[in-house]
T-cell receptor
Framework: DQQVKQNSPSLSVQEGRISILNCDYT??????FLWYKKYPAEGPTFLIS?????DKNEDGRFTVFLNKSAKHLSLHIVPSQPGDSAVYFC????????FGTGTSLTVIP | DTGVSQDPRHKITKRGQNVTFRCDPI?????LYWYRQTLGQGPEFLTY????????KSRLLSDRFSAERPKGSFSTLEIQRTEQGDSAMYLC?????????????FGQGTRLTVV
């Protein structure tokens, strides 16, 4: 029962361009949505969150968009940098967190 | 360092043995979560505490798993009679009260290998 889905296991982007990571969810009761970044052998690192009552939240190069009617969440990274290369997980809270399976982002110098 | 701390970082155990992991959350955080992650998957929810109360347990958490947070500070996760299928990364996270309650901060994890 995967309530949060990331359908793209990997994404490659040129340095300086925009990275767009997508996430879909099924449960309309989720109250917060978050993005985490993960390097191998480390725990996930919190990046940015958005409340279910908002449709956009921006923090520096990172912007999260929420489309509640489509039950869709996206993370935009502009401009992408090689240090952004990692696995990105989206998550939603009930309050316990449900995670997607991750998208591996590679930013090519 | 005021982040979430997990101990040990790695544990190798023989099948059938019991293991216990410890998590020290960020001091002002009242919620504490345990997750399990296997290769190629996102973290899977196991259980969470608000202060010392265990509010929810996943169906993934069989009778061999038990978690405690006796004084609302650190938490322990015990696995009894370990099985090879228990091999995974066990992650602990904590989150603060109030408006930032959704921002969970994760520890480095404990990598369990059951041989």
């Amino acid at each position: 029962d995967q309530q949060v889905k990331q359908n793209s296991p990997s994404l490659s982007v040129q340095e300086g361009r925009i990275s767009i990571l997508n996430c879909d969810y099924t449960n309309s009761m989720f109250d917060y949505f978050l993005w985490y970044k993960k390097y191998p052998a480390e725990g996930p690192t919190f990046l940015i969150s958005i409340s279910s009552i908002k449709d956009k939240n921006e923090d520096g190069r990172f912007t999260v968009f929420l489309n509640k009617s489509a039950k869709h969440l996206s993370l935009h990274i502009v401009p992408s940098q090689p240090g952004d290369s990692a696995v990105y997980f989206c998550a939603a809270t009930l309050p316990q967190f449900y995670f997607g399976t991750g998208t591996s982002l590679t930013v090519i110098p | 360092d005021t982040g979430v701390s997990q101990d040990p970082r790695h544990k190798i155990t023989k099948r059938g043995q019991n293991v216990t992991f410890r998590c020290d959350p960020i001091s002002e955080h009242n919620r504490l979560y345990w997750y399990r992650q296997t290769l190629g998957q996102g973290p899977e929810f196991l259980t969470y505490f608000q202060n010392e109360a265990q509010l929810e347990k996943s169906r993934l958490l069989s009778d061999r798993f038990s978690a405690e947070r006796p004084k609302g500070s650190f938490s322990t996760l015990e696995i009894q009679r370990t099985e090879q299928g228990d091999s995974a990364m066990y992650l602990c996270a904590s989150s603060p009260p109030g408006d930032r309650k959704a921002e969970a901060f994760f520890g480095q994890g404990t990598r369990l290998t059951v041989v």
